[in-house]
T-cell receptor
Framework: KAGVTQTPRYLIKTRGQQVTLSCSPI?????VSWYQQTPGQGLQFLFEYFSETQRNKGNFPGRFSGRQFSNSRSEMNVSTLELGDSALYLCASSLARGAGPGKTQYFGPGTRLLVL | GESVGLHLPTLSVQEGDNSIINCAYS??????FIWYKQESGKGPQFIIDIRSNMDKRQGQRVTVLLNKTVKHLSLQIAATQPGDSAVYFC????????????FGKGTHLIIQP
């Protein structure tokens, strides 16, 4: 079974631009979570989507948004990019919403975003 | 402050030795813990998990120990191999799944030949 795929793998943008990242979950997985990974803050939860609805959201500004499609694929969008948005953005999929036993989150390789 | 943390940013061990990676958590309400391994250029890879009603769980060459009294989690890797070189993260579910996983900052395991 194919793993979680993320596109693009690398991206360079300039301040003020917006960016859209894509995530395709493991076949059959309906929950998609997004995380931001930086050297300073580590891995931080952005939001989770299940059945095309945002279920949970971490402590990030409204510039960070996302959506999920009927085939469970998800996109996240960051508007008005700031230098501090440079990070590795990771997507994780699981069978059911939330975290916990039986709901193991499997991660993709990430999209590395550099904001200049 | 950080909910989940690790005691050492870097751990160096000899190939063939056992490795022990430690993690301290602060939320006593957390009921589920996971260890992930992240190799350079890759996303975190699930290693093993444990529920709060357990003290120990074993996998293939790995064992996770949970001490709820002192809020401490450890990952033991037996007979460490070069392929074990990676950054190891502990993560906790402290919100019943509502807030995603909370990750520690990670320990970089270095294998000496």
């Amino acid at each position: 079974k194919a793993g979680v795929t993320q596109t693009p793998r690398y991206l360079i943008k300039t301040r003020g631009q917006q960016v859209t990242l894509s995530c395709s979950p493991i076949s059959g997985h309906r929950s998609v979570s997004w995380y931001q990974q930086t050297p300073g803050q580590g891995l931080q939860f952005l939001f989770e989507y299940f059945s095309e609805t945002q279920r949970n959201k971490g402590n990030f500004p409204g510039r960070f948004s996302g959506r999920q499609f009927s085939n469970s694929r998800s996109e996240m969008n960051v508007s008005t990019l700031e230098l501090g948005d440079s990070a590795l953005y990771l997507c994780a999929s699981s069978l059911a919403r939330g975290a916990g036993p039986g709901k193991t989150q499997y991660f993709g390789p990430g999209t590395r975003l550099l904001v200049l | 402050g950080e909910s989940v943390g690790l005691h050492l940013p870097t751990l160096s061990v000899q190939e063939g030795d056992n490795s022990i990676i430690n993690c301290a958590y602060s939320n006593s309400a957390s009921d589920y813990f996971i260890w992930y391994k992240q190799e350079s250029g890759k996303g975190p890879q699930f290693i093993i998990d444990i529920r709060s009603n357990m003290d120990k769980r074993q996998g293939q060459r790995v064992t996770v120990l949970l001490n709820k009294t002192v809020k401490h989690l450890s990952l033991q890797i037996a007979a460490t191999q070069p392929g074990d070189s990676a950054v190891y993260f502990c993560a906790e579910d402290s919100g019943g799944g509502a807030d995603g996983l909370t990750f520690g900052k990670g320990t970089h395991l270095i294998i000496q030949p």
